[in-house]
């Protein structure tokens, strides 16, 4: 962690003036969009892209040198990625990062416990936490998750790395609070914390331009997500957290407090440094600042694998004025624990907490754990609603010649490998001719749906209509109904034996009555 403090007012002046310049200390990878779960409040598993092969994530890692702490594998599912453990050991030996943190859905738990205790003896001086994700107790976390036996599965993947003996790996818990869940959030942690995970934190669910979920009501309100962490709140409060723990409690804490000011006012409530501190690398090769925007940078295969040539280049400096300008805000987790370790005013009231700790101020360094920011600069309270409404206009730019086929093709796999996707609609963006006024709102089967850009469009600036999937929790009065009566789309008749061990399932599906 001192490998990231001393850095703090380095990044500070870069934000504010452009230098010194600086490569990201966190770093999340997607390796591979491919995902063997259908989750209610995700889409990527539809995606398809070239991913960087093993040779190639192997010569970024050469350009980043020792420069990230702290990484994220994520995906989808990042154990779909087949050469996850030669990815983990590229990593640490070109990096050395402090962290590496991968999540997973557990739906491979044959083979994941395997790999998590290859990884960790070949990162031996890294923290690796494996965060397991649990949105509900039971069939609850199925229906959520569009799997049927995804819950058992978690259990038996939990069981089997608590049998590791491993001591740099740290095994989480982490859930996403949406509408599908909120109103059973205190039956969800009451679980959470029974199993005694070495961490456990929650997100909230949000749209996202990686996850296809932009337009989508995935997010509980302001007010419900408000109890719920009250609730989660009040039984981390119980625990009496001892030595490290306390610091990673007390960051948690105010990531929560953040979370609620965040919906409640919608702006950048802390200076968010996505895009000097941390970056994303998804599988294609784009650069992005983070996930939710996914502003692509440009593609590291067009500059020799050379991360620097992207990060310091004037298109990365256009997307930072952007960010600095507070054109977008959001919750995520990930960006958001650094942005707190960045706000000093959040620092030192975390660090003077954790301060009565004899741990702490022996060892000089945080154990690895969730993320987090806090309060302070008292925002305008300029934006009373919970809804990522930035985020529209971030899509709605003139689309490329491509655009229509490529994602009515997502949509196509997506239909066939049923997640809870029941057709296309198509967004208009303001201002649009009247040609594509005319089509917005309608719901289209892929073979029908109009290409995008639309051809008759007489705008001058250029077709920026959109496609969004019609979900099936969309046709449903309310979400906890959805989920009570188990009527989320879900794989019934297919191999699902092999669906578990990673293989796609594209055929037979239906729904539960
Ligand atoms: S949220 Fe669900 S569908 Fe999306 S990557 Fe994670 S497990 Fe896969
Ligand atoms: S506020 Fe959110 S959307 Fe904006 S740059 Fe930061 S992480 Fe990305």
């Given at each position: 962690?001192?490998?990231?403090?001393?850095?703090?007012?380095?990044?500070?002046?870069?934000?504010?003036?452009?230098?010194?310049?600086?490569?990201?200390?966190?770093?999340?990878?997607?390796?591979?969009?491919?995902?063997?779960?259908?989750?209610?409040?995700?889409?990527?598993?539809?995606?398809?892209?070239?991913?960087?092969?093993?040779?190639?994530?192997?010569?970024?890692?050469?350009?980043?040198?020792?420069?990230?702490?702290w990484?994220?594998?994520s995906?989808?599912?990042?154990?779909?990625f087949?050469?996850?453990?030669?990815?983990?050991?590229?990593?640490?030996?070109h990096?050395?990062?402090?962290?590496?943190?991968?999540?997973?859905?557990?739906?491979?738990?044959?083979?994941?416990?395997?790999k998590?205790?290859?990884?960790?003896?070949?990162?031996?001086?890294?923290?690796?936490?494996?965060?397991?994700?649990?949105?509900?107790?039971?069939?609850?976390?199925?229906?959520?998750?569009?799997?049927?036996?995804?819950?058992?599965?978690?259990?038996?993947?939990?069981?089997?790395?608590?049998?590791?003996?491993?001591?740099?790996?740290?095994i989480?818990?982490?859930?996403?609070?949406?509408?599908?869940?909120?109103?059973?959030?205190?039956?969800?942690?009451?679980?959470?914390?029974?199993?005694?995970?070495?961490?456990?934190?929650?997100?909230?669910?949000?749209?996202?331009?990686?996850?296809?979920?932009?337009?989508?009501?995935?997010?509980?309100?302001?007010?419900?997500?408000?109890?719920?962490?009250?609730?989660?709140?009040?039984?981390?409060?119980?625990?009496?957290?001892?030595?490290?723990?306390?610091v990673?409690?007390?960051?948690r804490l105010?990531?929560?407090?953040?979370?609620?000011?965040?919906?409640?006012?919608?702006?950048?409530?802390?200076?968010c440094?996505?895009?000097?501190?941390?970056?994303?690398?998804?599988?294609?090769?784009?650069?992005w600042?983070?996930c939710?925007?996914?502003?692509?940078?440009?593609?590291?295969?067009?500059?020799?694998?050379?991360?620097?040539?992207?990060?310091?280049?004037?298109?990365?400096?256009?997307?930072?004025?952007?960010?600095r300008?507070?054109?977008?805000?959001?919750?995520?987790?990930?960006?958001?624990y650094?942005?707190?370790?960045?706000?000093l005013?959040?620092?030192?009231?975390?660090?003077?907490?954790?301060?009565?700790?004899?741990?702490?101020?022996?060892?000089?360094?945080?154990?690895?754990?969730?993320?987090?920011?806090?309060?302070?600069?008292?925002?305008?309270?300029?934006?009373?609603?919970?809804?990522?409404s930035?985020l529209?206009?971030?899509?709605?730019?003139?689309?490329?010649?491509?655009y229509?086929?490529?994602?009515?093709?997502?949509y196509?796999?997506?239909?066939?490998?049923?997640g809870?996707?029941?057709?296309?609609?198509?967004?208009?963006?303001?201002?649009s001719?009247?040609?594509?006024?005319?089509?917005?709102?309608?719901?289209?089967?892929?073979?029908?749906?109009?290409?995008?850009?639309?051809?008759?469009?007489?705008?001058?600036?250029?077709?920026?209509?959109?496609?969004?999937?019609?979900?099936?929790?969309?046709?449903?009065?309310?979400?906890?109904e959805?989920?009570?009566?188990?009527?989320?789309?879900?794989i019934?008749d297919f191999?699902?034996?092999?669906?578990?061990?990673?293989?796609?399932?594209?055929?037979?599906?239906s729904?539960?009555p």
């Open positions: 962690m001192i490998d990231v403090l001393w850095k703090i007012p380095f990044f500070l002046l870069n934000r504010r003036f452009g230098w010194p310049r600086m490569l990201p200390v966190n770093i999340t990878l997607s390796p591979t969009p491919r995902c063997n779960s259908r989750c209610l409040t995700c889409n990527i598993w539809m995606k398809r892209e070239n991913e960087l092969s093993i040779s190639e994530w192997d010569r970024v890692f050469q350009s980043l040198g020792r420069a990230p702490f990484f994220t594998v995906g989808g599912e990042p154990f779909m087949k050469d996850i453990v030669p990815l983990c050991q590229s990593l640490y030996k990096c050395r990062p402090g962290i590496i943190n991968i999540p997973t859905n557990s739906l491979m738990a044959d083979i994941i416990p395997g998590v205790e290859e990884i960790c003896r070949s990162s031996p001086n890294a923290q690796v936490i494996i965060n397991l994700s649990l949105d509900g107790v039971g069939a609850n976390h199925d229906t959520i998750r569009g799997i049927p036996g995804n819950f058992k599965r978690f259990e038996e993947n939990y069981r089997a790395l608590r049998r590791l003996k491993c001591p740099n790996l740290t989480g818990v982490h859930s996403v609070i949406s509408r599908f869940n909120v109103d059973r959030a205190a039956e969800l942690f009451d679980y959470a914390f029974g199993i005694e995970p070495d961490s456990y934190i929650t997100e909230i669910a949000e749209q996202r331009v990686e996850l296809d979920t932009v337009d989508l009501d995935i997010t509980p309100s302001p007010d419900k997500y408000a109890r719920a962490i009250d609730q989660l709140v009040e039984r981390i409060k119980i625990r009496q957290f001892k030595g490290i723990s306390k990673t409690e007390a960051f105010e990531y929560y407090k953040l979370v609620k000011r965040i919906l409640r006012e919608g702006t950048q409530v802390i200076p440094f996505a895009g000097w501190a941390s970056a994303q690398i998804y599988a294609s090769g784009e650069v600042p983070c939710i925007r996914a502003d692509n940078l440009a593609n590291l295969r067009d500059v020799n694998y050379d991360f620097r040539r992207i990060w310091f280049s004037p298109e990365a400096d256009r997307v930072r004025a952007s960010i300008n507070k054109e977008c805000h959001c919750p995520l987790a990930n960006a958001s650094t942005n707190m370790l960045m706000h005013p959040t620092l030192t009231r975390v660090i003077g907490k954790a301060a009565t700790s004899p741990t702490f101020l022996s060892k000089y360094s945080f154990k690895p754990a969730p993320q987090t920011s806090v309060p302070h600069d008292a925002a305008p309270k300029k934006n009373k609603t919970h809804s990522i930035w529209r206009n971030h899509t709605l730019k003139p689309k490329a010649p491509d229509g086929r490529r994602i009515i093709d997502r196509r796999l997506g239909m066939r490998a049923h809870a996707i029941q057709g296309i609609r198509i967004i208009t963006a303001p201002g001719c009247s040609s594509c006024q005319s089509l917005a709102g309608k719901v289209y089967q892929p073979a029908e749906t109009p290409l995008i850009p639309i051809k008759e469009c007489t705008n001058p600036q250029g077709c920026r209509c959109a496609y969004s999937p019609l979900m099936s929790f969309e046709q449903t009065d309310s979400a906890a959805l989920v009570d009566k188990g009527t989320a789309v879900t019934t191999a699902l034996p092999s669906m578990l061990g990673g293989v796609e399932a594209r055929s037979a599906i729904k539960i």
